[in-house]
Nanobody, 125 residues
Framework: VQLVESGGGLVQAGGSLRLSCAAS????????MGWFRQAPGKERGFVVC????????YYADSVKGRFAISGDNEKMTVYLQMNSLTPEDTGLYYC???????????????????WGQGAQVTVSS
């Protein structure tokens, strides 16, 4: 599967953005899809994931209650709705895919082999 993100941009603190991740290839519904982000000068970290079959989701504590992941298997697209954004959410957001569980993805990017090109999200104070 190949991934292309869109929807990043500049927003003021408290605002919202929605990222999209369009996939191409086969067996999309079999994949766990997720998002990682990397802030300037920091390591890349897990944000959220959704399992293709069960639709189970898992969120990093820092985004719980503010971000929401959803998927459309027909469109082969995953969405990340980001609300109540803060400057700490600034970073390059990567869409990822893997044939393993959400819990495994949340443990880190070691297993992730499929990455999008990244979408920049900048939140101004």
């Amino acid at each position: 599967v190949q991934l292309v993100e869109s929807g990043g941009g500049l927003v003021q603190a408290g605002g919202s953005l929605r990222l999209s991740c369009a996939a191409s290839g086969s067996a999309f519904s079999s994949y766990t899809m997720g998002w990682f982000r990397q802030a300037p000068g920091k390591e890349r970290g897990f944000v959220v994931c959704i399992e293709g079959s069960s639709r189970s989701t898992y969120y990093a504590d820092s985004v719980k209650g503010r971000f929401a992941i959803s998927g459309d298997n027909e469109k082969m697209t995953v969405y990340l709705q980001m609300n109540s954004l803060t400057p700490e959410d600034t970073g390059l957001y990567y869409c990822v895919a893997g044939l393993f569980s959400c819990r495994a993805m949340a443990a880190g990017d070691r297993l992730v082999a499929t990455w999008g090109q990244g979408a920049q999200v900048t939140v101004s104070s």
